[in-house]
């Protein structure tokens, strides 16, 4: 088993915040492919389409029969671990902050001799393990060997928390109590062991019986936050903003209209004026002094979620401008990714199909229920993806727009 | 033409190494091709053919290296191929004075040491490094020594005390030799309490990053008769490029390939050789090419370490002036340390204690870890003259 992580003892308000310094990040274009794979969640290697076989290092042709043609595809990691050590000195200073690191050589069952970051649980070799991908506090795709077998707080692994943004014992901050989705978010990464969890609230005069049996619970308080209120944004982040180890940006307006059903832009506007420039604004407030704790002790800060929407992919004509709005939102999201990247912070949109709430009321099912957004939001944070395409609607279009997005756009426009 | 054993190796050099340099590594080029004139009395205009390994040139390489040095050569080659560089220089340089194209070969291996340089050379040493090694504990070198090293222990029953033995036997031996950087002998008791730097990898298993520079010069017997220099034969070399790249993780090399026609084209039998200069950037590379070219079976060196006595007058002397665990590791330069040293001790020019009656010596090339394995293995016998 893994020693369980316990709470990490107060700061010291008098010491020096240790600045976030990234494990080294360059790589090759070929082997961007690992990281794209790992911000989904998922290990992949080229495999050749010509000979089968599987490569590793990443490259740009079969090592075996020179074809170009190689696809990343799933693996299921298993393999041999042949030798393993701990890395007492390092030439990089990320790693002598965080040394001894225990890393291992695994031959994998596919073929490949592989290095990886090596789990507590694992070994001594020789010994199976399983490889996955992550990624590091690089933004870039790794490879970590974890037992075969799960074992108690698995999760808890010292090295492997440097990957992932688990919510124990951390601070959040859930942008809007009011809805559905943010009282369940805010009860399910409370349930993962989050320490305080701040809800934010606009127009406080308008009463919500769900924000207020929330507001009962004991780790939770209400802050007053309305994303199109720049001033608001402000004094929020000066009172809480050092303090957010998760920004989970949930708030939105969405309106259900096309472009020639309503005259006007109002409705546009409001769906931009919190969905897009609500967005920048929590950035420009929220943003910089998260960045400045990302090496803050073992539990902090280390993660900015976005809600988006599954239409930020590709516009869904009867939700045309909710679907404008949250393409703008992922561009500018992408921008915050770059930004925070330097600083281990990882940027986590989420794409959402149709959730079952009233402004999604006409479509069929299946939609998502609120319970199961949230749920899939814990594990994008513990499982340190990037990017989450929760529910079986977002599933599919995901599929399909991989596929062909101009095949997509045809058959939503249909 | 002149025939391949007509073609003799002389004037060892050595610029003295340190730990950092502000120095270039033109600097330590300049320093080599200097003490190669001085040593051989010969004019640079004389010198036809250059042959350079080293990694911290950049940007320039040899070509930029002919300006920078004011020579003019009609044979030029540049070989950033780390400890396998010397014997591959030499091995170039023969076939260049045997066809004809040059007939006075300066070989130069340097490299400088900055104080943040080798951290930047692991960095960018290769793509496979960059992208599957380095974002790993960025441990470079020690670490991935730290796996075959781990391996080798638990396949073949080494002990930490097998290595320690041949560490200490090579800080004894470099003791003599004044160019090397580490001056105090090593106890058992030291070695073993070396502090861990990646298990099973303590201390005094590392050679220490420096700087400086080693050369020589590649002629023909005659020519080297006629300007009155000492020199030796070379009586056999070979190369080999990612050997058995099917091995999961490497326990041999490519001498295995190579040995018999290593041995045969010199006329010799392992059991003849006098000494041994083992490319030791760790000791359990001292142990693999101890098997590999045949002094005794795989997986027997940690008997062979404990049957024998490895000093300058041992029963298998190794690394005669300390090798690059007690000498320092100067980029390149280590590449040429074993033959600079066997060339030394086969011409009567020793600055190390000589091996008694030596005539046979064996130098041991390797290097090029641009993943989890050493790619190159090469190796060279030399002979004294009268051989
Ligand atoms: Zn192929």
């Known amino acids: 088993m893994t020693a369980p992580f316990t709470r990490p003892k107060r700061k010291n308000p008098v010491l020096r915040t240790r600045l976030p310094l990234p494990p080294p990040g360059a790589r090759s274009r070929a082997a961007l492919g690992l990281s794209a794979a790992a911000a989904m969640g998922k290990f992949k290697l080229q495999v050749c389409e010509a000979c089968r076989c599987v490569q590793y290092p990443p490259r740009e042709a079969c090592g075996s029969c020179l074809s170009p043609r190689l696809r990343w595809r799933e693996q299921d990691g298993f393999g041999e671990l042949l030798a393993d050590t701990q890395v007492h000195l390092s030439q990089e200073p990320y790693f002598r902050e965080r040394a001894p690191w225990r890393i291992g050589m695994v031959r994998l069952d596919a073929g490949p001799t592989v290095i990886v970051h090596l789990h507590s649980a694992c070994g001594p070799a020789p010994c199976r393990v399983r490889v996955g991908a992550r990624l590091d506090k690089a933004g870039q795709g790794v490879l970590i060997g974890f037992p075969v077998d799960e074992v108690a707080n698995m999760a808890d692994d010292r090295q492997l928390r440097e990957m992932t943004c688990d919510p124990k014992f951390r601070k959040v901050l859930i942008t809007d109590g009011k809805t559905a989705v943010g009282q369940a978010l805010a009860r399910t990464i409370i349930a993962a062991g989050a320490d305080l969890v701040w809800v934010g609230q606009a127009e406080p005069w308008k009463r919500s019986a769900g924000l207020e049996a929330l507001s009962a619970l004991p780790q939770v308080a209400i802050v007053p936050l309305d994303l199109t209120d720049s001033s608001s944004v402000v004094e929020a982040a000066g009172s809480i903003g050092g303090r957010v180890d998760i920004l989970i940006n949930n708030a939105e307006v969405h309106r259900t209209y096309g472009i020639s059903a309503r005259n006007g832009t109002d409705a546009a506007r409001l769906e931009m004026d919190v969905n897009y420039f609500g967005l920048l604004r929590l950035a420009q407030g929220f943003g910089p002094a998260m960045r400045g704790r990302a090496a803050d002790g073992a539990a902090g800060a280390t993660a900015w979620v976005n809600l988006l929407s599954i239409y930020a992919l590709s516009n869904f004509p009867p939700h045309g401008t909710f679907s404008a709005s949250k393409a703008a939102a992922l561009s500018l999201s992408q921008a915050l990714r770059a930004e925070m990247r330097g600083s281990g912070i990882r940027v986590i949109n989420v794409f959402p199909g149709p959730i079952d709430d009233e402004w999604n009321q006409p479509l069929p099912p299946p939609k998502l229920a609120a319970e199961a957004l949230a749920k899939s939001v814990v594990s994008a944070l513990k499982d340190g993806v990037e990017d989450v395409y929760p529910g079986d609607v977002a599933q599919e279009w995901l599929a399909r727009w991989e596929e062909n997005p101009k095949v997509l756009e045809r058959e939503l426009t249909a | ?387």
């Not at chain 2, 080297?224 to 009586?235: D, F, M, Q, S, W």
């Open chain 2, 1 to 387: 033409m002149v025939a391949h054993d007509d073609v003799v190796v002389t004037a060892p050099v050595t610029v003295p190494y340190s730990r950092y340099s502000v120095r270039n590594a033109h600097w330590f080029c300049a320093q080599a091709l200097a003490g190669l004139l001085q040593s051989s009395g010969l004019p640079k205009s004389e010198i036809d053919g250059l042959c350079v390994g080293s990694f911290t040139l950049a940007p320039d390489s040899a070509i930029g290296l002919t300006q920078h040095l004011g020579v003019t050569v009609r044979w030029l080659d540049y070989l950033p191929l780390g400890g396998a560089c010397g014997v591959v220089a030499l091995r170039r340089a023969l076939r260049a004075v045997q066809s004809g194209d040059a007939e006075v070969v300066a070989c130069i291996g340097a490299d400088t040491n900055h104080v943040d340089s080798f951290r930047q050379t692991l960095e960018s040493f290769s793509v496979f490094a960059r992208d599957a090694v380095f974002p790993y504990g960025s441990g470079g070198p020690n670490a991935s020594f730290a796996f075959l090293t781990a391996y080798y222990m638990r396949l073949y029953g080494a002990t930490r005390e097998d290595f320690g033995k041949i560490c200490i036997a090579q800080r004894d031996n470099a003791l003599a030799y004044p160019n090397a950087l580490f001056k105090k002998p090593l106890s058992m008791r030291e070695y073993l309490e070396g502090r861990v730097i990646a298990d099973p990898i303590h201390l005094f298993d590392c050679v220490m990053p420096c700087a400086g520079a080693e050369g020589f010069l590649v002629m023909s017997r005659r020519r080297a008769e006629n300007l009155g220099l000492p020199y030796a034969r070379v009586r056999s070399t070979c190369e080999r490029h990612n050997a058995f790249p099917e091995d999961p993780i490497q326990m041999r090399g490519g001498w295995v390939l190579d040995r018999d026609r290593l041995y045969g084209s010199a006329g010799i039998e392992p059991c003849d050789v006098d000494f041994v200069q083992t490319y030791d950037d760790y000791p359990v590379m001292s142990a693999m090419q101890i098997e590999d070219l045949g002094f005794c079976e795989k997986g027997a060196a940690p008997e062979f370490i404990r049957r024998h006595t490895f000093t300058t007058e041992g029963s298998f002397p190794i690394n005669t002036c300390g090798g690059q665990l007690s000498v320092g590791q100067a980029g390149c330069a280590a590449g040429f340390l074993g033959l600079v040293e066997s060339i030394r001790q086969l011409s009567g020019r020793n600055l190390a204690r000589p091996v008694p009656n030596a005539r046979f010596g064996l130098a041991v090339g390797y290097g090029m870890i641009t993943y989890d394995r050493g790619l190159c293995s090469a190796a060279a016998i030399l002979s004294r003259a009268d051989a």
